[in-house]
């Protein structure tokens, strides 16, 4: 389960991570028996409350990615600015998912390079001007690091095969 959650969302990481080192110690006998089964009731939790935190924020999963690629770590944003990099994270996927993620995209250096535009122009358009340039272009890359990695095109992506 946690690794289909950060297969959908790379910003999930930690929690793997985290359960790695709950397993490293109660390997190394760190935790008696009673308090490892208290941790990973806890860690357990959380990981369920993540996996539901798409829909405390109103987006899809996948809306859900690329807001967090463009929040985190944590910004210091208001409501409002958080609210509108939410809709810009909705409207660049639909757009991507509409006009640019075709039949193998990833192979033409054409398609590619229009992707690529498409983020960084939509991107230059909703986040807030707060972001240095040096972090605009730090969430372009990640945002199509991320389209690249997760979709393949015509409605394949690493979020097909989970709804």
């Not at 297969?7 to 790695?20: G, K, T």
């Not at 939509?122 to 890359?141: G, I, M, N, Q, V």
Request: proline share 1%; with cysteine.
């Amino acid at each position: 389960k946690i690794r289909e959650m950060v297969l959908r969302n790379r910003s999930r990481i930690d929690y793997l991570e985290r359960f790695q080192c709950l397993i490293d110690e109660y390997n190394s006998g760190a935790h008696n028996v009673e308090a490892m089964f208290e941790e990973l009731v806890r860690f357990a939790k959380s990981l369920n409350e993540e996996d539901r935190r798409h829909m405390f924020e109103n987006l899809t999963e996948e809306e859900l990615a690329l807001f967090d690629l463009l929040t985190k770590p944590e910004m210091d944003l208001t409501e409002k600015e958080r609210a509108e990099v939410k809709k810009g994270a909705q409207e660049l996927l639909f757009r991507l998912k509409k006009e640019k993620l075709v039949i193998d995209w990833r192979k033409r250096e054409q398609s590619r390079a229009a992707v690529r535009l498409l983020i960084e122009k939509a991107l230059d358009d909703f986040l807030p001007r707060t972001f240095s340039k040096d972090l605009y272009e730090l969430k372009c890359e990640s945002v199509y690091q991320h389209v690249y990695d997760s979709y393949a095109g015509q409605g394949r992506s690493v979020y097909a095969t989970f709804h």
